[in-house]
């Protein structure tokens, strides 16, 4: 099955938390009593949100982390390569890693395709458009 690792789940739920209170310094320890999730990990992933400058952080006894930008600026892709890295789906499409069998295999054109469509879908949404249809 394609899809999101718990780093992934967990970032873009720790985005959402934040979305819904864009103004507003929230805690790590809120989101995750709220969510149900484990706070070490989301710390984790905070900091790699933060050093891509995704989110920023307020220190303090009120401090927490906030969004740097507006939702509609923040591009799927790019929360998506934060937290998961690439974004290969054969070992032929990744942009590290060779392939054994990369000079008699008859897929690799078809998988680069796939790859190219998958980067051109999540570039062409942004936060924003994940909370579209729930208002």
Known sequence: MFGLSTKGEYGLSLLESLAYEPTTVVSLKKIAKAKKLPIKYLERLASSLKRAGLIKSKE???????????????????????????????????????????????MKQGWLGVRNKIYFILSSYTLADLFKNNN
Do not use: N, W
């Open 60 to 106: 303090g006894a009120k401090g927490g982390y906030y969004l740097a930008k507006p939702i509609a600026q923040i591009k799927l892709i790019d929360v998506i390569k934060i937290l998961e890295g690439d974004l290969a789906p054969t070992i032929c499409t990744g942009d590290h890693l060779k392939c054994p069998r990369q000079d008699t295999c008859t």
